[in-house]
C-alpha cells in the first residue's frame, strides 16, 4: 500500500471490564414514537418525484429507555432476553479548519471548526436516545472531537474515555479503579485503520488551485475514481482495505456480542464500511456522498445491517422515524427495505 508508512498502529482492541450491554434495551412496537423526538422529519427538499415512507409496525428499533420505578425487574430481564438487536451510527466528522479553507486534508490532523463543533453537538442530539456502548474513532482529532461533543448530548450522561493500549505503562497509567465510573464511562477505542485517506501530494493544497494546476478531470479522478490514487496517496481501493478489514475484525463482534457501537470518522473510511454494509459496486460507492456531521443508523439484527436512516445532503435533517426516497438519486436508497 503506498500509503502505509504514513500511519502507526495504536493497538489491538482490549478486552475491558467496564465495556458493558445497557440493562435496560427496550424493544417498542411503533418505530415511529421512540423517536420523533430526537430525529426531526423535514420537509422533502423541492425535487421532483419525492415521497416520504413511514416505517411500518413491524420494524425493530434500538433505543435507550431510562428506567422507571413502574418497570419491574422480570420485565427488565424478559426483554433483554428477546432482543438479539444492536445499534450502529456512524458519523462523519463535523467540519475541519481545513474543510473550511477548501484545502485537501487528508490524513493531516487538523481540528473542528466552528460550525464543525457545532455540527457534533447538533449530531449528538439526534442519537440522543440511541443506547451507545462503545465509541471507535479513528486517530486523528476532528473525529475524536466530534465523538466526544456528540456524546455531551447523550441523554445518558456516560463520560466517554479514550482507551490507550499504544504501550503497557498507557494502559496502566489510564486505568479506572473505581467500578462504578466504569459503569458510568463509554470505551473510545482509536485506530489509524479507520482515518481519511491519505491524499499524498495533495495534502495542503487549495482544492480549487490544484484543479485549474492539473485540470478538473484529473482531480476528479483523483478524488472520487475507486481504483487511482493522488501521487503517493491512496485510492479509496486501498482506503476500503484496511477501513473494511478493521471493521469486520474488530466492529462487527462487538455488534454480534450485543453491543450498540458508534463510529466516528471520515467521509472515504466511512463510504468504505457503508460499501460493505450496503453491499455497494465500485461503481456506485464512487457517488455516493456523506453530509459533515449528520449521522446515518444501522440496525445489526440476525447477521444482516439494516438502514434506517438515510441523510440526503447538508440541508436535510438525519432521518430516523421517516426515510426520503427520491428516484433522482441513483442508487443511495436501493437497499432500504420497504415493509
Known amino acids: 500500500m503506498a500509503a502505509g508508512v504514513h500511519y502507526q498502529a495504536i493497538g489491538a482492541l482490549q478486552s475491558h471490564s467496564h465495556i458493558n450491554n445497557f440493562n435496560h434495551l427496550q424493544k417498542f412496537n ?6 420523533t423526538k430526537d430525529f426531526t422529519s423535514s420537509n422533502c427538499l423541492p425535487r421532483r418525484d419525492c415521497r416520504v415512507i413511514r416505517s411500518s409496525a413491524s420494524q425493530t428499533s434500538v433505543v435507550d429507555t431510562v428506567s422507571s420505578p413502574s418497570r419491574s425487574r422480570t420485565s427488565d430481564r424478559d426483554t433483554h432476553k428477546k432482543s438479539n438487536e444492536a445499534a450502529l451510527i456512524l458519523i462523519r466528522h463535523g467540519e475541519s479548519l481545513w ?5 485537501f486534508t487528508g490524513c493531516v490532523d487538523v481540528p473542528l471548526s466552528k460550525k464543525g463543533i457545532h455540527e457534533a453537538i447538533e449530531a449528538g442530539k439526534r442519537i440522543s436516545s440511541i443506547p451507545v456502548d462503545l465509541i471507535f474513532t479513528s486517530a486523528l482529532i476532528r473525529a475524536q472531537m466530534t465523538a466526544m461533543l456528540a456524546m455531551t448530548q447523550h441523554r445518558r450522561k456516560k463520560v466517554p474515555i479514550i ?3 499504544e504501550s503497557e505503562q498507557a494502559r496502566e497509567w489510564s ?4 467500578e462504578d465510573t466504569k459503569k458510568q464511562s463509554i470505551p473510545v477505542i482509536a485506530a489509524w485503520q479507520l482515518n481519511e485517506r491519505m491524499y499524498g501530494e495533495l495534502q495542503g493544497l487549495n482544492k480549487q488551485e490544484t484543479a485549474d494546476r492539473f485540470g478538473k478531470e484529473q482531480v476528479h479522478e483523483w478524488r472520487r475514481s475507486y481504483d487511482t490514487p493522488p501521487p503517493n496517496g491512496e485510492s479509496l481501493e486501498m482506503c476500503a482495505e484496511r477501513a473494511v478489514a478493521y471493521f469486520r475484525d474488530q466492529i462487527e463482534p462487538q455488534l454480534l456480542s450485543g453491543k450498540n457501537v458508534m463510529i466516528a470518522a471520515h467521509g472515504n473510511s466511512l463510504r468504505s464500511i457503508i460499501m460493505y454494509l450496503d453491499k455497494l459496486t465500485s461503481q456506485e460507492v ?5 453530509s459533515t456531521g449528520i449521522p446515518m443508523l ?3 439484527k440476525e447477521g444482516r445491517f439494516i438502514r434506517r436512516g438515510s441523510p440526503i445532503g447538508p440541508t436535510e435533517a438525519g ?3 421517516y426515510t426520503r426516497v427520491c428516484t433522482y438519486i441513483p442508487f443511495i ?3 432500504i427495505l420497504i415493509r
Open 30 to 35: 411503533n418505530f415511529v414514537r421512540l423517536v
Open 99 to 103: 474543510n473550511e479553507k477548501n484545502l
Open 163 to 165: 482507551m490507550h493500549n
Open 175 to 178: 486505568q479506572v479503579f473505581s
Open 286 to 290: 464512487i457517488s455516493l456522498e456523506l
Open 298 to 300: 444501522y440496525i445489526f
Open 319 to 321: 432521518v430516523y422515524a
Open 333 to 335: 436508497f436501493r437497499s
